[in-house]
Structure formats: C-alpha cells, structure tokens
C-alpha cells in the first residue's frame, strides 16, 4: 500500500511503518550517543507506545540495558487501513531491542482493565523471577472503563469556574484565532480525575504488590505538566490539573504502601512537547510553536527522548540524583519554566497573529514534529513506494 498522511482535525488517521521505524530508531541513535546508565533492570512501561512512555522505555533499554514490558492499546492494521503509529513503534521498538539483545515483550490491550493487569502480572512471574524494578505510569486517554463498576469516564480539557478565551492556531492552516472554552461543570471535573489521576496508576501498584512482582527499592514515575501562566485556566488550573493534582496525592499515598520494600512513587513535571495528547489541547499547540522556537534560539530545545535521557540519568538511575521541587517533584520542565524562555514567550504571545506567525513561533518545527509522530516527513523514507503495513509486533505473534 502507498501510504500518506491523512490529516482530520488533531489526528492524523494513517500511519507509516517505515517512518515509524525511523522515528524510533532516531530516538534509539540518540540515547545511544549519550551517556548511559545503569540501576534498573527490568522496567515495566503502562503507555509504552508513543510520547514519554515509548521515549522511556527507549532509554530505560539502550541506556541502562534493560528488561522492558511495554503496555499499549493500539490497532493493528485492518482492511485497507494501517495500523496505528504505536502498534508500528512497537514493532519497531522489539525489533531494535531483539538485534540488540535485549529482552522486550509487549502486552497490547485496555490498561485500564482487570484483564491487562492480570496478564501483565503473568508474563513478569514467568519471564521475571527477581521482580519489577520500576514502573513507569504514562497512559494519555480520552476515557476510561472503571473495571469495578464498569462505568466509563470520559476525561475533558475544560477551565474551571468561567469561560477561557485566549489565542490559538490551526496547526495545518497557520490560522490564529481566538477561542472561548466554556467552563466545566463539577460531573467534567470528577471524570477527568477518573481517567487522568491516579486512580488506575494506584490499581496498577496495588495489584503488583499483591502479587509479590515488585523487587525491593521499586520505584514508580507518572508525568504531569505544569506550563506557563496563559495556559493555567485550560491545563494547570483546569480539568486536567485536577487530575494531575490526584496524581500528585496518589504519589504519596504509593510512596507509603511502597515503603516495606523501600520502594518510591515520584511524579515527573515533563516539557510540553509534541504528542498525539498534547496536540487536542487547545491553546497549547500555539504556545508550544512559541516555545520551539524560543527554545531552540537558545540551544534549549528537547523533545521527549531528551525528556527521557534525563529523567534515568539524572534522577532514575544514579546514586547523586538531583533535587526534588518543593513539592517532592522531578521537574524536567526546568528549562522551558526559565525566567528568559517564558519572558520571551509572553511577549510574542501578545504580538502573534495569523500574518507573522511563521516569522515568530516555530510553527514549522511543530508541523514537522506532529507529522514525525506518525511516520511521515522523514527524507530518507520514500513515501511514493509501496509497503507492508501488516506489520507483526514479535512477542505478540509468540
Ligand atoms: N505531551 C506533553 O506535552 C506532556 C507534557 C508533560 C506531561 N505529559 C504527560 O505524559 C503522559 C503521557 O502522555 P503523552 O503526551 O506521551 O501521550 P501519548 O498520547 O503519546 O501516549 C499515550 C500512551 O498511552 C497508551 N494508552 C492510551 N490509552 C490506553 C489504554 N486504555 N490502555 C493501554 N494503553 C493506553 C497509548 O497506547 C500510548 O502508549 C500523560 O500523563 C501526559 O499528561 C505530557
């Protein structure tokens, strides 16, 4: 089949196995050149197929050596459509591991679920003797089954107590408009805590320790975002920042329960970076063409495998980790949340209109960037040939 982007509104509906091949293997390349780290042996990653949690795994793997279990929930390919970006990572992902000689099976279904936990929980018995040494929680979903009473939750990205209206961009127009989000009523807010706090990410840890899976000094990392000020009403102080402020009461409450095996729940405040979550955000795909850009002025850019790099060798897997915020967080976001990077920021939000938008953000490298999530734009993959897109994930087709 001859494969090329199909753009519907945030989502690109088509997927690329060659181009997701490269994606992955650039991120590989990339921990590779950097300097490794050792202290985690068999990670298990909930989320493992796109964004942070494929970007961790990558360096959980080629940096430190690791075991790796990724959990996932994407298609394979069907008729005449092709798989999702993440079942193709995967694949690819297994692959490199397998050449490299390393250990990496991956459990494809609902992570919510009973079902995907107890099957997880199998393969570490089996193939894991010695235990889990860290967990990395990094689902993004727009819903969530709650196994215990089968109800499902539908998350949203709403500001609380009044309506937003801030700038943004149609990512593949240029078109800078404004946008008012209506506020969320209290049923909005208790949905996106069922989907996006910690509830799931507790079940998860519960449910290993209750099967004796976890090895002593476990650790455990979920990502949150903060962001600059402008986005506080739709992110920070808005539906998902309830969600994430569970998950930051979740961390404490696991740190305890962990503490017998001397174990640690962290949450990790990352970079806003390209992902297919980030980009339903609204607002933030216009704010994030103005951080690119100002980052990358100032040789500060990073996407989520540099995100990850950092997270192992800084805080993960040394013996001098760094210092936690005030709040007991890993903050990643560090150089994004600079003084300079966010004064430059405001003033070009202020400025930024449909007419100089390409002069002044990096809309450019967030195009590209979204279009590399799926396979496309690589410019040495021929996109005019034709390809298998049935595309086996190795350790699924055992
Ligand atoms: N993208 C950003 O800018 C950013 C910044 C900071 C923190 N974060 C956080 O990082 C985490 C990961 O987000 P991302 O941006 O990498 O998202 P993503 O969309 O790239 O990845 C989501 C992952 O979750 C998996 N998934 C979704 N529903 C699932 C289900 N029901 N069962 C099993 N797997 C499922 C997907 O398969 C995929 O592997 C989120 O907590 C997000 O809030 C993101």
Sequence with gaps: MIVQPKIR????????????????????????????????????????????????????????????????????????????AGWYNTAAFEKAAHAAKLYAKSINGDAFSDEIKKQTIKLIKKDWPEGVDLIIYSLASPRRQDP??????????KPIGKPYTNKTVDVMNGAVTNITIEPANDEDIANTVK??????????????????????????????????????????????????????????????????LNGKAFVSVNKGVVTQASAAIPVVPLYMSLLFKVMKEKKLHEGCI????RLFHDYLCTTNPKELDNAGRIRLDDLEMRDDVQTEISQRWNDVDSANLMDISDLQGYRDEFYHLFGFGFPHVDYDADVNVDVKIPSIEE
Excluded at 148 to 157: D, E, F, I, Q
Excluded at 197 to 209: E, K, P, S, V
Excluded at 306 to 309: H, I, P, Y
């Design 148 to 157: 215990r009473n089968g109800v499902v939750y539908n998350s949203s990205l």
């Design 9 to 84: 509104g945030f989502i690109c509906t088509t997927a690329h196995p060659v181009g997701c091949a490269a994606h992955v293997q650039q991120q590989i390349d990339f921990i590779k050149k950097h300097p490794h780290f050792t202290g985690c042996k068999n990670v298990l990653v909930i989320g493992a197929s796109t964004g942070y949690g494929l970007a961790s795994r990558i360096a959980a793997a080629f940096g430190a050596g690791a075991k790796t279990i990724g959990v996932s929930f994407e298609k394979p390919a069907a008729d005449k459509r092709t798989a999702s």
């Design 195 to 260: 989907v996006m706090g910690g509830d799931d990410w507790a079940m998860w840890i519960d449910a290993l320790a209750d099967a004796g899976v976890l090895a002593p000094n476990i650790k455990t990392v979920s990502y949150s975002y903060i962001g600059p000020e402008l986005t506080y009403p739709v992110y920070t102080n808005g539906t998902i920042g309830k969600a994430k402020e569970h998950l930051e009461v979740t961390a404490k409450g696991l740190t305890v329960k962990l503490k017998p």
């Design 306 to 309: 540099e995100q990850a790099w």
